[in-house]
């Protein structure tokens, strides 16, 4: 389904879907939109603080539905994750968004709302992008993610890409790409909100989670046969106390050996990480890396 492309000069509508947050921890997002010729508007809620969530979810909802209804939002973006989003689903308005077709652009834990979205509608969203993090002039892949946005580019190569990626088995396949934060997909196994889409490309990272609870996700899902649904598989940057957490020899035996596989992909919760879009065809080469979407926007 075709949404809104981002161009200089467009308005987004700001929200706080999940967690709460404060206009000093967004300050270097908002200057960023600024200086790059974005306009935005922040939900009449989106500075409230609620607890463990930034307000009620009939506040939340409301900054957001009026947002998609209005034709000079070009899309809905989420100021953080935290936590939260799950709360929405069952009184989000699809059929509004289907109707106002854009961009719901989040990260972290939006993941959840965004697997909501495609599943319930089959509008494609924009994953890792939020005002608190990644949205800084000092992000490399920042200019990346709005020619992302405008529809300038509709791939990313080894020549966009800074760490040095590590091909785990070579191949190339098509399907779905599809992803986010592991715990939060987790979080939604077997309810009504998750893809049942086939050939998909997978991309994952997460933050803050041991190895032994990465492996607890990978297993639920393989009970789910999910993992008969993967083409391909794009390893983000697992973050632990600091560390750097390998996760190739967790995921490995779950799939069959010709599946495509690439680690140390720069999509994670820092600063310099690359944004992926969630629910687009595209090819995946992983030796030599090449992601190819097809144009939507």
Same mark, same amino acid.
């Given at each position: 389904?075709k949404v809104h492309s981002i161009y200089p000069g467009d308005k987004v509508?700001?929200?706080? =879907? #999940?967690?709460?947050?404060?206009?000093?921890?967004?300050?270097?997002?908002?200057?960023? %939109?600024?200086?790059?010729?974005?306009?935005?508007?922040?939900?009449?809620? #989106?500075?409230?603080? =609620?607890?463990?969530?930034? #307000?009620?979810?009939?506040?939340?909802?409301?900054?957001?539905?009026?947002?998609?209804e209005r034709d000079d939002v070009k899309a809905v973006w989420a100021l953080?994750? @935290?936590?939260?989003?799950?709360?929405?689903?069952?009184?989000?308005?699809?059929?509004? &968004?289907? /109707?106002?077709?854009?961009?719901?652009?989040?990260?972290? *834990?939006?993941?959840?709302?965004?697997?909501?979205?495609? /599943?319930?509608?089959?509008?494609?969203?924009?994953?890792?992008?939020? &005002?608190?993090? /990644?949205?800084?002039?000092?992000?490399?892949?920042?200019?990346? @993610?709005?020619?992302?946005?405008?529809?300038?580019? +509709?791939?990313?190569?080894?020549?966009?890409?800074?760490?040095?990626?590590?091909?785990?088995?070579? @191949?190339?396949?098509?399907?779905?790409?599809?992803?986010?934060?592991?715990?939060?997909?987790?979080?939604?196994?077997? +309810?009504?909100?998750?893809?049942?889409? *086939?050939?998909?490309?997978?991309?994952?990272?997460?933050?803050?989670?041991?190895?032994?609870?990465? *492996?607890?996700?990978?297993?639920?899902?393989? %009970?789910?046969?999910?993992?008969?649904?993967?083409?391909g598989v794009i390893l983000g940057q697992f973050l632990y106390e600091g560390?750097?957490?390998?996760?190739?020899? &967790?995921?490995?035996? %779950?799939?069959?050996? +010709?599946?495509?596989?690439?680690?140390?992909?720069?999509?994670?919760?820092?600063? *310099?990480?690359?944004?992926?879009?969630?629910?687009?065809?595209?090819?995946?080469?992983?030796?030599?890396?090449?992601?190819?979407?097809?144009?939507? &926007?």
């Open positions: 389904m509508g700001l929200v706080s =879907a #999940a967690g709460p947050v404060t206009k000093v921890q967004v300050q270097q997002g908002l200057d960023f %939109l600024a200086t790059n010729g974005l306009e935005y508007e922040i939900g009449n809620y #989106a500075f409230e603080n =609620a607890g463990i969530v930034s #307000a009620s979810v009939e506040k939340r909802l409301e900054d957001i539905h009026i947002f998609i953080r994750g @935290g936590y939260g989003s799950v709360q929405l689903f069952e009184d989000f308005d699809y059929n509004l &968004l289907k /109707q106002h077709p854009k961009l719901f652009i989040g990260f972290s *834990d939006i993941t959840a709302l965004q697997w909501a979205i495609f /599943q319930k509608t089959g509008i494609p969203s924009f994953s890792g992008f939020t &005002l608190t993090m /990644q949205l800084n002039q000092k992000n490399p892949y920042a200019q990346i @993610g709005l020619k992302m946005l405008s529809g300038e580019k +509709t791939s990313i190569t080894e020549k966009d890409i800074s760490e040095q990626l590590q091909v785990i088995t070579p @191949g190339k396949v098509e399907g779905t790409l599809i992803g986010g934060t592991l715990t939060m997909i987790c979080s939604i196994c077997g +309810t009504p909100y998750f893809v049942e889409n *086939d050939n998909l490309i997978l991309f994952i990272e997460d933050v803050d989670e041991p190895l032994y609870r990465i *492996d607890r996700c990978l297993q639920q899902l393989k %009970l789910m046969k999910f993992w008969d649904r993967v083409k560390s750097f957490l390998d996760v190739v020899s &967790l995921i490995k035996p %779950l799939l069959p050996l +010709t599946t495509p596989i690439i680690a140390n992909f720069p999509y994670k919760h820092k600063r *310099d990480s690359i944004p992926l879009f969630q629910g687009v065809q595209v090819q995946f080469n992983a030796n030599p890396f090449e992601l190819i979407w097809d144009h939507f &926007l």
